[in-house]
């Protein structure tokens, strides 16, 4: 290598030492200005708040409530205390209904009355049934019956006194005959009144 080209290539190199020593300078001058920004930057300036400002922010919160009981001691704290004496109502007890009592009936001895009683022959005849055993026996029959008349008229009640031949259904079949009749009632003293009246029914075939 001649003495030119020696020269030449320290210039070269001695430019590209310089070239990177400038880029190094460059650089550190770039971190240096952003490390100085960063660092020169203002920080925010937090705003001081007062206590009193909290305070009136913070909303009231109203008083818990008291859990209502059931128990005395709660219902005796809201009983108001009064002179005044409460007045008692009563409710009327509604009872059963009663069924009325029957009426009695006092019947008047046959030969205690002034006017004997009325009945309707032909429509007590019409309801008197001849038994039929006794209808197929050929036999008759009378049968002497007590009539309980009230002072309306109205039949109330039948006994037999006595049937002849019994047990040939005669006095049965006198029974039915006087379910539902009435007729004129007995009289004593110008007034009607209820009698114990004698009636015989005889059977006879024909």
Do not use: W
């Not at 509604?94 to 030969?111: C, F, G, I, R």
Request: proline share 9%; glycine share 4%; hydrophobic share 40%.
């Amino acid at each position: 290598m001649n003495r030119a080209d020696t020269f030449s290539y320290s210039r070269i190199r001695t430019i590209c030492f310089a070239a990177v020593a400038v880029l190094h300078i460059l650089v550190l001058l770039l971190v240096a200005f952003d490390v100085e920004i960063n660092i020169t930057l203002p920080e925010p300036v937090a705003g001081v708040m007062k206590l009193v400002d909290v305070q009136e922010r913070i909303p009231e919160r109203p008083p818990p409530e008291t859990p209502h009981t059931n128990t005395r001691e709660s219902i005796a704290e809201t009983m108001i205390e009064t002179d005044e004496v409460p007045t008692e109502i009563y409710e009327p007890v509604q009872s059963a209904p009663v069924a009325p009592e029957p009426e009695v009936v006092e019947y008047l001895a046959q030969h205690r009355i002034t006017l004997l009683p009325v009945l309707p022959e032909d429509e007590i005849r019409r309801a008197t049934i001849y038994p039929p055993i006794a209808q197929r026996s050929n036999i008759e029959g009378t049968v002497y019956l007590e009539l309980f008349i009230d002072r309306y008229g109205a039949v109330r009640n039948v006994r037999i006194l006595r049937e002849n031949p019994p047990n040939r259904g005669f006095g049965e079949a006198a029974v039915n005959a006087f379910k539902g009749i009435r007729g004129k009632p007995a009289e004593a003293n110008g007034e009607a009144v209820a009698v114990r009246f004698r009636y015989n029914i005889s059977f006879t075939l024909r």
